[in-house]
């Protein structure tokens, strides 16, 4: 998605202000500069204030603006740590300290990242990295799992949505910040790194040492699962996830014409929107795929599928789980919404809202939510989620650490500070939801099964999918 800057409505009143080209030029390097961006800051945010001040009737030597007061305080205290704390004091990483602090006071989605922490972005939705393979998130101020990344060390060690870290290489992870969390899981390949991990069933912690690797990011999988059924496993949404998907149709063509198509978004965590609708695009020839709104009438945008004589209407099951997010959701819930196949698991994750990437002059970026999105129905799945058409929980039997142990699923409405759903909510499902269910966990073992046959013994979720595409 890419970054851009947005014009701002000003006051007749307010005085003028610097220009914005200005203020992205500013450096944290110096106190000076530090003081500077300060000064900067209370006259954009206390102009505005004034402005109010004066067009209510308020006089001059009054109560002063609450955004005055605030950042008045912010001076103060920025002076108080450079001149009291009891180790000297760097300006640049007190400044960044605190855009980070005010960014992630926002959502669970916002923050500041470094050179190195956008770089790593990059090279995650273009190329590869290289480390463990997990997405991980902070709940409650614990470092938790999210979902494993398919084939990578953590994937086949059996790190499991919703395991606590507790430490990295014997370090607590206590107080410490995602960005560091995952600069210490990453390093160079072959090197070893060691994470404790406590889950719900368990009394203690266990040690789980990996050795790094790249990690790929292929993000698509196809094999048939009968003649003429296709299944392809999306694992998440990355620059080439769009033409992977053409060339795997492409393939199962060849072997023989798709009867049905099997779509696995289990534990996909996202990744880029453009991919995402353009996935979706593939399967849809016309109407809206999703849409985006944010603050007034910014960000308000309308993604519409292409006519294409070439989409095929064979009959299609999305596959989805509590670790299906954010573009999952957007290829999941267009094609409930027009019908073009049903859903069927259990309910998604939720992250139902959109993360700009605005870049700084020093190669730093800021992670920004800026808007929301609905499905062609006009329905948010912000912190609701994705109900499937049909409910159907993955139980393989005799797998002791199965999810009937009664943990609760980790979903955006459990981060704290996630944004409401502001909107009618998602369709409701057709059959009730397991309460408490953590059956999908099991996903990462059977999902390393690469043989089908022995796969559809295992993975009953994928065994009644390719049931209902045969009654078709």
């Known amino acids: 998605m890419n970054a851009s800057v947005l014009p701002m409505s000003a006051r007749p009143s307010a005085p003028a202000l610097p220009p914005l080209s200005a203020l992205l030029s500013l450096r944290c390097g110096t106190a000076h500069a530090a003081f500077l961006l300060v000064a900067v800051l209370l006259a954009l945010l206390a102009a505005p204030a004034w402005s109010d001040a004066k067009e209510s009737g308020d006089k001059p030597g009054g109560d002063k603006p609450d955004a005055y007061q605030e950042l008045e305080m912010f001076a103060n205290v920025l002076t108080l740590v450079q001149q009291y704390y009891v180790d000297e004091t760097n300006m640049n990483s007190l400044m960044k300290g605190a855009v980070n602090g005010?960014?992630?006071?926002?959502?669970?989605?916002?923050?500041?990242m470094t050179p190195e922490d956008y770089q790593e972005l990059e090279e995650e939705t273009s190329g590869s990295f290289t480390g463990v393979g997990i997405e991980v998130t902070l709940l409650d101020g614990v470092l938790t799992a999210v979902a494993p990344i398919d084939g990578t060390p953590a994937d086949r060690v059996g790190i499991k949505p919703g395991d606590q870290i507790l430490r990295i290489d014997g370090q607590p992870t206590k107080n410490m910040s995602l960005v560091e969390s995952m600069?210490?899981?990453?390093?160079?390949?072959?090197?070893?790194?060691?994470?404790?991990?406590?889950?719900?069933?368990?009394?203690?912690?266990?040690?789980?040492?990996?050795?790094?690797?790249?990690?790929?990011?292929?993000s698509v999988r196809a094999s048939q699962?009968?003649?003429?059924?296709?299944?392809?496993?999306?694992?998440?949404?990355?620059?080439?996830?769009?033409?992977?998907?053409l060339t795997a149709l492409d393939k199962l063509r060849a072997q023989q014409p798709i009867k049905g198509l099997?779509?696995?978004?289990?534990?996909?965590?996202?990744?880029?929107?453009e991919q995402a609708v353009r996935v979706a695009d593939i399967f849809l020839d016309h109407g809206t795929i999703v849409s985006t709104r944010g603050r007034g009438n910014r960000e308000q945008i309308l993604y519409e599928a292409h006519p294409d004589t070439r989409v095929e209407n064979y009959p299609m099951v999305v596959l989805i789980n509590g670790g299906s997010a954010s573009g999952s959701?957007?290829?999941?819930?267009?094609?409930?919404d027009h019908k073009r196949a049903r859903v069927l698991g259990t309910t998604s994750f939720g992250k139902g809202s959109v993360q700009t990437i605005v870049p700084l002059p020093d190669g730093a970026a800021i992670r920004l939510t800026t808007a929301r999105y609905y499905?062609?129905?006009?329905?948010?799945?912000?912190?609701?989620?994705i109900r499937p058409d049909i409910v159907v929980p993955l139980d393989t039997p005799g797998d002791q650490d199965s999810a009937a142990a009664g943990q609760e699923i980790l979903r955006e409405k459990d981060l704290p500070g996630h944004l409401d759903n502001d909107a009618k909510p998602?369709?409701?499902?057709?059959e009730a939801a397991p309460d408490g269910s953590r059956q999908e966990e099991t996903f990462q073992r059977v999902n390393s099964i690469m043989d089908m046959g022995k796969r559809l013994e295992q993975d009953n979720q994928l065994r009644r999918a390719l049931e209902l595409l045969k009654k078709d």
């Open 375 to 385: 499905t062609p129905s006009g329905a948010s799945i912000q912190a609701t989620g």
């Open 183 to 218: 600069k210490k899981m990453r390093g160079p390949k072959g090197s070893k790194v060691t994470l404790s991990i406590h889950r719900a069933q368990w009394r203690g912690t266990r040690d789980f040492t990996m050795v790094r690797a790249e990690i790929p990011l292929l």
């Open 329 to 336: 959701e957007i290829v999941a819930g267009a094609l409930q």
């Open 426 to 430: 998602a369709h409701a499902a057709t």
């Open 225 to 245: 699962l009968a003649p003429g059924y296709g299944y392809i496993r999306i694992s998440n949404f990355q620059d080439s996830t769009t033409d992977d998907t």
């Open 262 to 273: 099997v779509l696995d978004l289990r534990n996909n965590p996202g990744g880029l929107l």
């Open 102 to 112: 005010m960014l992630s006071s926002l959502d669970p989605h916002s923050g500041y």
